[in-house]
C-alpha cells in the first residue's frame, strides 16, 4: 500500500477534518450515532460563525480517539457525493498523527499488543502462564496488572479460547464428498473463529454441506488487519491485507467470512478482484436460497426457538447486504426480534483503557436492551458484540449459522 504523503500531513489533514465536520455540521442526521457528532455539533456552537475550522487540534483529535469505527455515519449519508467519508477521515487522522508522532506512546503501544490477534491467539489457546493472564477474568490481578503495562481494558470480558482451533478440527475431520454441489466455497475462518469460537466454523461447514455447498478452507491466512486500519497503522494493514489477498486469491472459489467487521474490512478495502469474491456467510446462503437454479433446504426439523432475540451488527449494516442472519432465522419459522445498537467494540476500540468508560456506557445500554426483549435464545453475527452481551446479560450468544444447524437436527460438537 503506497501513500500519498499529503496522506499524512498534518495541515492538510486537519483542513480535511475541518472541511468535512463543517458538511456534518450543516446536516447534523448522525446525531444520535455515537459520541462523535454531539461532541462535534458543541464545540462548534462555542463560535459565532460555527466554523469548525476554529476547533483547536486537540478538539479535533478527541474526536478522532472518540471514533468507534462502527461505520453507521457512511450508511445513508447524503452528503457521500460532497466527499464525505468520515470513517475513513478518521482513520486518516489516526496515520497522520501516528506519522508525525502525536498518537502517545501508551496509545502505540495498546495497537501493537491488541492488533497482534495472531499471536494473542496462538498463545492464549495455549496451556503457558501468558495465555492464563490473557483469558483472565475482568477485574482480576492479572487484568489489572496487564492493563496497566499495555493500556488495555482490565474491566471487559475476553471471550475464552480454545484449546482445538478451528483449522485443526477442519483438517482432521472425514472429508464429506458431495455429488453434485450446486456451489463452493472456502472458509476464511477469521481469529475470532480459528482462535476463540471454533464451534461457528464447525456449524458453518456443516449447514453449507446440508445444503450441497462444498467447503473448503482459506490456507495460510492472517488477521484480516482491521485493528492495525483503525489504529492508523497503515503499514501492518498492508502486510496483513498482502497476504491475505495472496491466499483468497490462490483459494479460486467464492470465500465466505463468519465475521462482519473481517467481511467488511476485505470488501471495502482489499483488491477489488479479491473482494468481489469475498461474501458474508449469511449473506452468502440467503444468495443461495433466492438464486436461479439453487435453493436453500427449508426441511427444518431440529429444534427451532419460536422467539429469538437478534442484535444487528454495525458492521454487517455497513456492508450493505441487508440482515441476512435475520432472513434465514426467519426462515425457520421463528419471530426475530430486532435490537439495533452499538456495542461500542469496533475491531480493538473497546479494548482500549482510555475507552473504558464510554465503551461501558455503551455495553450496559446494549444489555438493557436485549434484557428488555426477554426471549430465551439471543443471536448475532459479530462476536465481538456478542461478547459485549454475554458480558452484560450472562446470556450465551449464538452465531444465526448455530441456530439454522441445530433447526436442521445437527448437534453441537462435544
Known amino acids: 500500500m503506497s501513500v500519498d504523503p499529503a496522506f499524512l500531513d498534518e495541515a492538510d489533514t486537519r483542513n480535511e477534518l475541518s472541511r468535512q465536520f463543517n458538511i456534518c455540521s450543516g446536516c447534523r442526521r448522525c446525531t444520535d450515532l455515537c459520541a462523535v457528532f454531539p461532541t462535534l455539533f458543541d464545540a462548534i456552537e462555542r463560535h459565532a460563525d460555527r466554523d469548525a475550522g476554529r476547533l483547536t487540534p486537540a478538539q479535533q483529535d478527541g474526536l478522532v480517539d472518540a471514533c468507534i469505527h462502527c461505520q453507521l455515519c457512511r450508511v445513508g449519508c447524503p452528503h457521500v457525493v460532497e466527499q464525505v467519508d468520515i470513517p475513513r477521515l478518521m482513520v486518516r487522522a489516526q496515520a497522520m498523527r501516528r506519522a508525525t508522532g502525536e498518537g502517545g506512546v501508551r496509545r502505540n503501544a495498546t495497537t501493537r499488543v491488541l492488533g497482534r490477534t495472531e499471536l494473542i491467539g496462538r498463545v492464549a489457546s495455549s496451556a503457558s502462564l501468558v495465555g492464563g493472564i490473557i483469558a483472565a477474568k475482568p477485574r482480576s490481578v492479572a487484568r489489572r496488572v496487564t492493563g496497566a503495562l499495555t493500556g488495555v481494558s482490565a474491566v471487559r470480558l475476553v471471550a475464552p479460547f480454545a484449546r482445538v482451533r478451528f483449522s485443526t478440527?477442519?483438517?482432521?475431520?472425514?472429508?464429506?464428498?458431495?455429488?453434485?454441489?450446486?456451489?463452493?466455497?472456502?472458509?476464511?475462518p477469521t481469529c475470532l473463529v480459528e482462535y476463540q469460537n471454533p464451534a461457528i466454523g464447525q456449524d458453518l461447514v456443516k449447514v453449507y454441506e446440508r445444503n450441497g455447498i462444498d467447503t473448503t478452507m482459506v490456507e495460510d491466512t492472517t488477521c484480516c488487519g482491521a485493528p492495525?486500519?483503525?489504529?492508523?497503522?497503515?503499514?501492518?494493514?498492508?502486510?496483513?491485507a498482502r497476504k491475505n489477498i495472496a491466499a483468497l486469491t490462490a483459494a479460486g472459489r467464492d470465500v465466505v467470512v463468519p465475521q462482519p467487521t473481517c467481511a467488511m474490512v476485505i470488501r471495502q478495502e482489499y483488491d477489488d478482484q479479491v473482494a468481489s469474491r469475498v461474501f458474508d456467510a449469511t449473506d452468502y446462503l440467503m444468495r443461495v436460497h433466492k438464486g436461479?437454479?439453487?435453493?436453500?433446504?427449508?426441511?427444518?426439523?431440529?429444534?427451532?426457538?419460536a422467539a429469538i432475540t437478534y442484535h444487528v451488527a454495525c458492521h454487517l449494516r455497513a456492508e450493505g447486504v441487508g440482515l441476512p442472519g435475520r432472513d434465514l432465522l426467519r426462515?425457520?419459522?421463528?419471530?426475530?426480534?430486532?435490537?439495533?445498537?452499538?456495542a461500542g467494540m469496533?475491531?480493538?476500540?473497546?479494548?482500549?483503557?482510555s475507552n473504558d468508560r464510554l465503551s461501558s456506557a455503551l455495553a450496559t445500554s446494549l444489555g438493557e436492551s436485549v434484557e428488555r426483549v426477554g426471549t430465551d435464545v439471543v443471536v448475532g453475527d459479530c462476536q465481538l458484540a456478542n461478547t459485549v452481551v454475554s458480558e452484560q446479560t450472562g446470556a450465551a450468544v449464538s452465531h444465526p449459522l448455530q441456530i439454522l444447524a441445530r433447526a436442521y437436527g445437527i448437534p453441537a460438537e462435544a
Do not use: N, Y
Not at 419471530?335 to 445498537?341: I, S
Not at 469496533?346 to 483503557?353: F, I, N, Q, V
Open 169 to 188: 478440527w477442519f483438517k482432521r475431520r472425514p472429508k464429506v464428498r458431495i455429488a453434485r454441489p450446486q456451489a463452493a466455497v472456502a472458509v476464511f
Open 228 to 240: 492495525w486500519l483503525h489504529s492508523g497503522d497503515l503499514e501492518h494493514f498492508a502486510a496483513a
Open 292 to 305: 436461479d437454479g439453487t435453493a436453500l433446504d427449508l426441511d427444518f426439523d431440529g429444534d427451532v426457538p
Open 331 to 342: 426462515l425457520t419459522g421463528a419471530r426475530v426480534h430486532l435490537v439495533e445498537q452499538c
Open 346 to 353: 469496533g475491531s480493538l476500540w473497546g479494548m482500549r483503557a
